[in-house]
């Protein structure tokens, strides 16, 4: 149980990171959807959609290759760090290359139909390739800083990026505009240039924040020894990529909705069901919380622990704990949706609520598959990986274009269920035929079950009653406390 403990301090300490640096992201939302009108919030939603696919192309799998060859090799850190970053660093460079030389190509495709100037696009491609660049070679830093049991140090960097970008929205979007109506010190040279709600200055701010954490990143970056192994690097390059494959074929799952939405529909309403999608997918913030604190503790975790003997039985034992925890939060959101929906300040976007249910439940399948997926990593069997998230990719791609043109943002919510539902599924097949994991298959199966009926209960049948809704939230937590009273006992009486 003290293994248990372990991993659930370092957890919580990224958990606590995560939380405060997403919540506080999240505050950005009210202020969006307030102060962008539906259509402006869908460019938002659809330049970062493209950037998420992006930043798997540039990260290329090299972060979990760097955890897993740190298991593999044994006083070898140091050559496999500089090895990692390198390749990162020349992917990067090859795109930002090319990025900047087709910039007004690409711009001119983004626009497609859209009012927006060109020269706005333009300018929209080359910050995004700045932003995707710094973001990339602040990777495998970061992982050092996991790696070496540093969590405060990495959790600092990352609350201060997130400050710095929230504060530099705020400025745009407040500050300068107060200046300049109330005519206050500089107030001429803020109107000589100053957009009134223009989207591009989130991307500055988001540029921003990115440099000054990469200048943060020296002390690590410092390290870097830059001693080119080829051996090394393309035994390395054939473990990571059938992981870079999975991990785009996941961002496709996770963003080509929002894309096809602007490309399906019609021009007259693409943007703006783009923007009330993207503006409800925001709802669901706090079960993608819980999954990234859990994945940023959990991969470290895992590969360390692989020689244990009691290995399998303690990855079967974060999983049922994992189980309860995520349909927890997730009957929990259901049941406060009334409330939750008044971070997006602008009603019009409430169109979209009937999406968050299914969106949730799409995150519970991906949580526990993302927590499955750690045996075909461990057992050097990433092809599974690129198979099963392939799957999901394929299922995403066909079911949007079959379904988005007939039924918009709902197609798009139910066909992401699907996908990390079938991957879910397949993942558990495949692995306990190639790497078996005791799990408590009953049991997790039961929570998950109970869960989708109670989240019915509470939104469908009942209409989103807050009170009987969170009546049915205690209840479930009861149930919970319950059955499981004994293994809670245990586990606390560890701390």
């Known amino acids: 149980m003290s293994t248990i403990k372990k991993f659930a301090g370092q957890t919580a300490i990224y958990g606590i990171s995560t939380i405060a640096s997403r919540i506080l992201n999240f505050f950005l939302t009210p202020i969006y959807t307030k102060v962008y009108p539906v259509k402006v919030y869908g460019i938002f939603t659809e330049m970062y959609s493209y950037a998420s696919i992006l930043n798997a192309l540039l990260s290329f799998g090299m972060e979990t290759t760097f955890f897993r060859y740190l298991n593999k090799r044994e006083g070898q850190k140091e050559l496999i760090y500089s090895n990692t970053f390198m390749m990162i660093a020349f992917i990067s460079s090859l795109f930002l290359f090319t990025a900047l030389l087709f910039v007004q190509p690409i711009a001119v495709w983004l626009k497609d139909a859209t009012t927006t100037p060109l020269a706005d696009y333009v300018l929209y491609v080359k910050l995004f390739s700045l932003i995707l660049v710094t973001d990339a070679l ?16 990495y959790s600092l960097l990352k609350l201060v990026n997130i400050l710095t970008f929230i504060s530099l929205n705020l400025i745009f979007i407040f500050v300068i505009p107060y200046i300049i109506s109330n005519q206050l010190f500089g107030a001429d040279f803020f ?26 990143l020296i002390p690590e970056l410092a390290k870097l020894q830059f001693k080119l192994d080829k051996k090394l690097l393309a035994e390395m390059m054939l473990y990571s990529l059938p992981i870079f494959v999975a991990n785009l074929s996941f961002i496709v799952n996770e963003n080509l909705d929002k894309i096809f939405l602007g490309r399906l529909l019609p021009a007259s309403i693409s943007q703006a069901q783009v923007g009330i999608y993207g503006a409800c997918c925001k709802l669901a913030i706090f079960l993608s919380i819980f999954i990234n604190a859990f994945r940023l503790g959990a991969e470290p975790f895992f590969f360390s622990h692989a020689k244990n003997a009691n290995a399998k039985q303690t990855y079967a034992t974060i999983m049922n704990y994992f189980v309860l925890v995520i349909t927890l939060i997730f009957v929990g959101l259901v049941a406060n949706i009334e409330i939750l929906k008044y971070f997006i300040r602008n ?57 988005i043109p007939h039924y918009g943002y709902m197609a798009s919510a139910w066909v992401s269920l699907t996908a990390y539902t079938s991957m879910m599924i397949l993942s558990y ?67």
């Open 191 to 216: 109107a000589s240039w100053y957009k009134e709600k223009w989207v591009g200055y989130v991307f500055i701010s988001n540029l921003v924040a990115s440099i000054i954490t990469l200048v943060m």
């Open 138 to 153: 602040s990777v495998v830093p970061f992982a050092r800083l996991r790696a070496d049991g540093k969590p405060g140090r």
């Open 429 to 495: 097949i495949l692995g306990q035929k190639n790497y078996a994991i005791p799990y408590h298959l009953k049991q997790n199966v039961f929570y998950l079950l109970l869960s989708v009926v109670v989240v019915w209960l509470s939104f469908v049948y009942f209409k989103r009653d807050l009170i009987i809704g969170n009546l049915l939230f205690i209840s479930y937590g009861l149930l919970i406390l319950y059955r499981e009273r004994l293994q809670l006992r245990k586990m606390l009486s560890s701390f």
């Open 347 to 403: 009603e019009a976007y409430w169109v979209g609520l009937d999406v968050v249910p299914v969106l949730l439940f799409g995150y519970v399948s991906l949580g526990i598959y993302m927590n499955l997926s750690i045996w075909y990593k461990l057992s050097d069997q990433t092809r599974y990986g690129l198979y099963i998230s392939g799957v999901g990719a394929a299922l995403t791609i066909v079911l949007n274009l079959i379904f």
